[in-house]
Each structure stands twice: as C-alpha cells, then as structure tokens.
C-alpha cells in the first residue's frame, strides 16, 4: 500500500469510527437531558464525565487505527509522521476540553474546583497516552521497515525516486520575494510536498533542536538541493547549516546532487573557482525554474516521466485576454438569479481560448448539445447543471439558471456558454446550515475539478484549439473561513481555526495548451485548488490527501 493511500484509508477508517461513536454519544445526551434538569449540578458532571469519556475513546481508536495502518505502510511509523499524528491529537483534546469550559460559560454556571482539576489531569493523561503509543509503535515497527518516504537509500551514487523532496530550495531570508516566486513557478510542475521551501513546511519547522533536524532534510530527504548563493547567504548561520550539508555530499562525490545559483558576486567559503555555477542576476524567474527543472531532469536515476514539462508561454498566452470577450458578456443582462448570486459570497468560473474567433461552435444547437452531454458525461450533482426547461438562447450563446432550496442547504447558479468557446459559470458559494458561513473544502476541489473537466472536454471535442486560459474568481470571502470537518458535527476539523481569506477577492488563473489540457486536466485542477486553499492560509494542506478525495469523488479520467 502506497503512502497516500495509507493515509485516505486511515482518514475513512477514522471518520466511520467518530460518527458511530457520535450516534452513541448523541443518544447518551438525550438521556440525560430527559432524566436530569440542566439547573442541577449533576447534568453539567455528566455531560462533562460523557464529553471525557468519548475523548478517551476517540484518542483510543485513533491509536488503534495508526498502530493498523502501520502494518500495511510502515512509512507512517516515521518520527515526521509520529509528530504530525501527536499534533492533530493534541489539537483535539485541547478543543474538546474547552467546549467543555464553553458549555459551563454558556449556561452561566461556575464550574467546580475539582471538575477543572479533573479536566486537566484527563488532558494530561490522554496526551502523554498518544506519545507512549507512538513510541511504542515506532520501537515495535521493524527496522529493515522503518523507511521514511523523506530518506531514501542510495545506489551507486544514482537518485532514487523515494526522495521526500525532489527539490530543496536554500536561501537568505534577504531574497526570499525572488525565490518563493520561483518555488511558485515551480510548483506549477511539481507539486508544493515535493518541494523543499520553509513557509511551505512552517509547522514541521516548529520544533526544538532544529539545528539538528534541518540539515538532514537538505543531505538524506532531499533529491537536488538548489543554493542560491550571495553575500548575505555568506553571512546566516541557517544558510551555513545548509551549506554543510552540500558539503559533506561533495566529500562524499555525490555532487550530482547540488545546483549553485549565483545573486551576486560575492565570496563563499568552501566556493572556489572550479566550481560551475549559473549566474541568475540577469535571468527571469521562468527561466530559473526551467533551469532547475532541466536539472532535475539530467540526475542519474532520475524517473524523467514523473517530471512533466511545463508549457512553453507564447506570445498570445502572454496577452491580455480579447476585447471581444468582455462586449459579449456585456450583452449579458442582469436576472432575478444572477442578482441574488452578485449579492452573496460568490464564484465567477472563467474559461475561454486565447485567440478570440467567433464560432468556436458551429451553431446554438451544438452549444446546447454539447451542454446536456456533460451531464450525461460526468453526471450532473458537480458540473454545470442542464435544465431543458429554462434554457435561454440568444443568436451568440445560450445560459441557464437553477436555484434550489432546501431545509438545510440553497444552491445558486447561472452559466453560459457562447459560440466563441468562451464559458462563465457563476455561483453562489454553496450554503449549508451546518458549516454556516465557512467553505467547505471540497467545494473548491469540486468546482476546480469540473471546470477543468469541461474545459477539457471541450478541447477534446475540436471545438478549441491553440491554448486555453481558466480563471477562477472568489467575491466576498474577507474573513470567511476554510473548513473540512471529520465527523458528523464538526468538532474534529481537518483544516486549523486560522485558516481564513484575508482579502475580498481570490484569483487563480491557468493557461495551458490543448493538448496539455486534455492531458494533465486532473493535475492542474489539483494546482489551482491548493491555491485556492493556499489564499485561505490553509499552507499545511496534504496534496497527496486531496488528490486522493479528487480521484475518489471524480473517478478514473475520462479519456
């Protein structure tokens, strides 16, 4: 079983075990509601003493499912997945505990000296529980098993494919705008886990002795290590650290493993006049990346098939998007639909070529025609929703305008489609009671995924050709938050309380040839959603966890 699969598995086997759980808890509560006034001091210690008790069993059977899924992938026994594990678990007790304190604030009741005693000595208890079993699971677990995806072994002296890292980015803190700009462009290729750059592992970097642990991410868990070498670089005790590591892989002749990148000029103890090196001072970002990804490319070992190359920008790319475009949405009035959807926390889904002809489509009748196969195509629950009945068609375009209301949900849309190829989707973000006014996470996978779908589809199909540009825009999400709960109620959440979007707008843009479109829809889909979650300050977020939930909710590729 592959690591990612271990951890989608572990996630399910986690969620059934909580909502069985849940219904037993739920039911609990009933009956001491029922059995006991909320006024007496006895309803708030049993509430409490069912809230500990459910905790302790949670906290058990996430052991029990870490200490399952180890046998099948002893990757997870690593000391990076151990800390993850004690973290999330940690990061439960502490949330469950103060929605315990919550509840005594809520009712107005003071709670008991021996009840905030017992609370804490419970938290104590259950925390040190998680680290005795993760050690105990990482002693029990074999050594010839004990293989960290990050630290691969090495044959002479060629790459494997088990670096954790493909790339690690080394730099001073002074150049950080010009590198994290190129880790971007990066990313576009390869994806953010694979990719070794500090702000993109901030909470694996929160940890003491790090002197220690740094420098063998650079030397055992990373393919190529990329120094970008100056002055400053000369001057920090990090960049030193990191220094040392490519050092020692010099001594030890596997310099296939180290790229030098020079800023400026200056002189670098252990750099001598020997050393090759690429002089980026008058170089564009794009062309760095590409530089390294050439690189990475040319390593002994190296699986090149793993490593997709980017498409080459061309002028038309470049370009701003037509003038022709935007006079057709302007002949686009305003619906009783469309103004509820401008009113409320929205997405505007933009597809169209780059180079503007106007029909695309022959006529109206294979617009709407290729419409109503998506549905039959891909099923109709997360693409544009075909409704024969409200169908509006104009001489250029035809659109249609579904509002949907439920006791628990609201679901607002409207899309177009013109001769030209050009395709604008807008929707309300999805309500539902249950999350309030959060984004469920698996709404922007869904909404990347099927955009890019149709897009695809479309390029498949002949009716675009050349390149096509997709942009996805967020309206009113200031201060909205980013959610994925793992249980029926929401009390276990997968993304942190401080993910949320600090800006009113979000913008994510992609432009990609046809061909690559067809071929890497699934990819760039992903991309643009961990954008998305990037923007929410969600930066921790699992690719290989999304892309799995993507593979599941979407299926195989359709060719």
């Given amino acids: 079983m592959t690591f990612a699969e271990a951890k989608e598995l572990e996630r399910l086997k986690r969620q059934e075990a909580a909502n069985a759980r849940?219904?037993?808890?739920?039911?609990?509560?009933?009956?001491?509601?029922?059995?006991?006034?909320?006024?007496?001091?006895?309803w708030h210690l049993a509430r409490t003493q069912l809230a500990l008790s459910w905790i302790g069993d949670e906290v058990e059977s996430r052991i029990a499912i870490r200490q399952e899924m180890i046998g099948r992938c002893p990757e997870l026994a690593s000391p990076y997945e151990a800390q993850q594990f004690e973290q999330q678990c940690g990061s439960f007790i502490e949330e469950i505990a103060q929605s315990i304190l919550k509840n005594f604030t809520v009712m107005g009741v003071r709670p008991p000296a021996t009840e905030l005693s017992g609370l804490h000595t419970r938290k104590l208890s259950l925390k040190q529980r998680v680290q005795t079993a993760l050690r105990m699971?990482?002693?029990?677990?074999?050594?010839?098993?004990?293989?960290?995806?990050?630290?691969?072994?090495?044959?002479?002296?060629?790459?494997?494919?088990?670096?954790?890292?493909?790339?690690?980015?080394?730099?001073?803190?002074?150049?950080?705008?010009?590198?994290?700009?190129?880790?971007?462009?990066?990313?576009?290729?390869l994806s953010r886990d694979a990719i070794l750059y500090d702000?993109?592992?901030?909470?694996?970097?929160?940890?003491?002795?790090?002197?220690?642990?740094?420098?063998?991410?650079?030397?055992?868990?990373?393919?190529?290590?990329?120094?970008?070498?100056?002055?400053?670089?000369?001057?920090?005790?990090?960049?030193?650290?990191?220094?040392?590591?490519?050092?020692?892989?010099?001594?030890?002749?596997?310099?296939?493993?180290?790229?030098?990148?020079?800023?400026?000029?200056?002189?670098?103890?252990?750099?001598?006049?020997?050393?090759?090196?690429?002089?980026?001072?008058?170089?564009?970002?794009?062309?760095?990346?590409?530089?390294?990804?050439?690189?990475?490319?040319?390593?002994?070992?190296?699986?090149?098939?793993?490593?997709?190359?980017?498409?080459?920008?061309?002028a038309a790319q470049e370009a701003p998007d037509p003038d022709q475009y935007w006079q057709q949405r302007k002949l686009l009035g305003d619906t009783a639909v469309f103004n509820k959807i401008k009113g409320q926390a929205r997405w505007c889904i933009w597809i169209r070529p780059v180079v503007f002809k106007r029909a695309r489509f022959q006529s109206m009748d294979q617009c709407e025609r290729f419409m109503e196969s998506l549905g039959n195509r891909f099923g109709p629950s997360r693409y544009p929703r075909f409704r024969a009945a409200s169908l509006e068609r104009d001489k250029e375009w035809i659109g249609c305008e579904v509002e949907e209301n439920g006791n628990t949900y609201s679901h607002l849309e409207r899309w177009v489609l013109f001769r030209s190829g050009q395709f604008v989707w807008n929707l309300a973000l999805e309500h539902q009671t249950a999350l309030?006014?959060?984004?469920?996470?698996?709404?922007?996978?869904?909404?990347?995924?099927?955009?890019?779908?149709?897009?695809?589809?479309?390029?498949?199909?002949?009716?675009?050709?050349?390149?096509?540009?997709?942009?996805?825009?967020?309206?009113?999400?200031?201060?909205?938050?980013?959610?994925?709960?793992?249980?029926?109620?929401?009390?276990?959440?997968?993304?942190?309380?401080?993910?949320w979007s600090e800006d009113d707008r979000i913008q994510v843009t992609r432009t990609l040839s046809t061909d690559n479109l067809v071929a890497r829809r699934r990819d760039v889909a992903l991309d643009a959603a961990m954008d998305v979650y990037a923007a929410f300050r969600w930066s921790n977020a699992s690719r290989a966890v999304v892309n799995a939930e993507q593979s599941r909710r979407f299926g195989h590729v359709v060719s």
């Fill in 137 to 189: 699971m990482q002693l029990e677990t074999p050594k010839s098993s004990e293989v960290v995806p990050s630290s691969p072994k090495k044959a002479n002296g060629a790459l494997q494919s088990e670096y954790r890292f493909q790339i690690a980015l080394s730099f001073p803190g002074e150049h950080r705008a010009r590198v994290e700009h190129i880790a971007e462009i990066l990313s576009t290729t």
């Fill in 199 to 314: 702000r993109w592992h901030a909470a694996e970097f929160a940890r003491p002795n790090l002197d220690v642990y740094l420098p063998d991410l650079y030397h055992e868990q990373s393919g190529l290590i990329v120094f970008f070498l100056c002055r400053a670089y000369a001057q920090k005790e990090w960049c030193g650290l990191e220094w040392r590591a490519g050092r020692d892989l010099l001594k030890h002749r596997e310099d296939h493993r180290l790229m030098l990148l020079r800023l400026d000029d200056a002189e670098i103890p252990g750099l001598y006049s020997i050393d090759g090196y690429l002089d980026i001072i008058g170089m564009s970002d794009d062309d760095v990346a590409a530089a390294i990804l050439n690189r990475l490319r040319s390593l002994p070992g190296r699986p090149t098939e793993n490593i997709v190359n980017p498409p080459a920008l061309t």
């Fill in 436 to 499: 309030g006014d959060r984004t469920h996470v698996l709404e922007v996978l869904d909404r990347a995924t099927a955009a890019f779908e149709v897009a695809g589809f479309m390029a498949k199909e002949g009716f675009v050709s050349g390149s096509v540009r997709v942009t996805f825009d967020l309206f009113g999400v200031d201060g909205r938050r980013l959610t994925w709960p793992q249980d029926a109620i929401g009390d276990i959440d997968a993304v942190g309380p401080n993910c």
């Fill in 22 to 42: 849940l219904k037993g808890r739920d039911s609990k509560q009933e009956e001491i509601d029922r059995t006991i006034s909320r006024r007496s001091g006895a």
